[in-house]
């Protein structure tokens, strides 16, 4: 049997580096995810989750997330990500939507938070609560922005 997960923490961070791989590393740092390996999910909450803060993850784990990032090259240029979990009620499935972009981290909570509220529609359950990270970056020469629903057992 596959496990579901039991907790949830959602985070974000944003960062300068000399190369884009290295400014996307240095934002996984700022968003406390940048010694552990990203799984990539799509954006089902399991019933009965726990929202908590994001705890230590030892380093090298396997750590499935639904994630928005984005890195750019243009100095001045606002970066931004977002991701927002949307729940109908704790025994039931939720939806994670993620968004990055050239705007900022308002307009992109903004994105993610209509993405949520579509998508609760679509599936015909009522939306009881939306939970929202996100951040934004002015690049100075190379930045990054992640924001990250990160799932735990």
Known sequence: MIPIPT?????????????KLNAFDHAL????IGN????????????????IELPFIPGGSLTPMAYATITSAVPGEMIASAVAAGFHRPDHYGVIMEYSGK?????????????VEEAFTTRGIALDDIK???????VIKIGSVIAAAVLLY
């Open 103 to 115: 705007c900022t981290a308002k307009e992109a909570s903004e994105q993610v938070i209509a993405m």
């Open 29 to 32: 740092l700022a968003a406390g």
């Open 132 to 138: 929202v990270t996100s951040t934004q970056h002015t």
């Open 7 to 19: 907790k949830m923490a959602l985070t974000s961070g944003g960062a300068e580096g000399s190369t």
């Open 36 to 51: 552990i390996n990203l799984i990539k999910v799509s954006s089902i909450v399991p019933p009965d989750i726990e929202l």
